[in-house]
């Protein structure tokens, strides 16, 4: 295996305004995902995308070197995650590195660990396009779910006869936590199309992503949770 991590970082999020280097329990949150890659990968590569000076800036005071800031076509609100992901590996394809898998890691994911990485590499062959982190989904289409009909009654997403959650089959949603690609399987098309995909699945606490504020706050009270059992 030849990988190449990459960690999408750009600065004009939404949810939470600049977010990936606000500070969570007084770390960056970028520095999280870094630091759980430094434990497994070299920092050349470990390939922080951005296309904001100060992402960049705070991402290398964890010793890596950010190689590049995105040019603008890759820099806007609707520039496409897959166009990114292409862009740094042909970067790095054209400075003699030549990788052919691609590990995702996505900083808004500050409790996903070395550990789970590791695991979720031992899942995957180049014989497959993705293995992908998840959790259970609460959201089960069997039981909760519904969609309004043509004539706009609600009807269960999947239907089903069950009576108790319990017994709906389990259904996964993607955390965001970790993707293991086969770049190969990414040149022909997109992660949205992949067929051999293999799941890992991570506890709902490892799986916490942040993309509104009241994410953040919830982070926040995980980690001075975290703190406290340590001090125990």
Request: charged letters at 30%.
């Amino acid at each position: 295996m030849k990988p190449l991590v990459i960690i999408p970082a750009r600065g004009g999020s939404k949810g939470v305004p600049r977010k990936n280097i606000k500070l969570l329990n007084g770390i960056p949150l970028i520095h999280y995902t870094i630091k759980a890659a430094q434990q497994i990968f070299d920092n050349d590569i470990i390939c922080v995308s951005t296309d904001d000076e100060e992402i960049k800036q705070v991402a290398e005071q964890t010793n890596i070197i950010v190689p590049f800031l995105r040019p603008k076509e890759l820099a806007s609100d609707t520039a496409g995650s897959y166009e990114v992901l292409l862009h740094a590996i042909e970067h790095y394809a054209k400075n003699g590195y030549e990788a052919d898998t691609l590990i995702l890691l996505q900083p808004t994911s500050p409790f996903r660990t070395a550990l789970h990485m590791q695991e979720a590499l031992k899942l995957y062959s180049n014989e497959i396009d993705m293995v992908v982190s998840v959790k259970e989904t609460k959201s089960n289409p069997y039981y909760i779910l519904f969609e309004e009909d043509e004539n706009g009654f609600l009807r269960k997403s999947k239907e089903a006869s069950f009576t108790r959650r319990q017994d709906c089959p389990k259904v996964w949603e993607y955390n965001g936590a970790i993707y293991i690609i086969n770049i190969e399987s990414l040149k022909k098309d997109t992660i949205g199309r992949f067929k051999k995909i293999i799941k890992y699945e991570m506890d709902e606490f490892s799986s916490h992503d942040i993309d509104t504020l009241f994410d953040w706050d919830m982070a926040e009270l995980m980690t001075a949770k975290q703190n406290k059992e340590y001090e125990n």
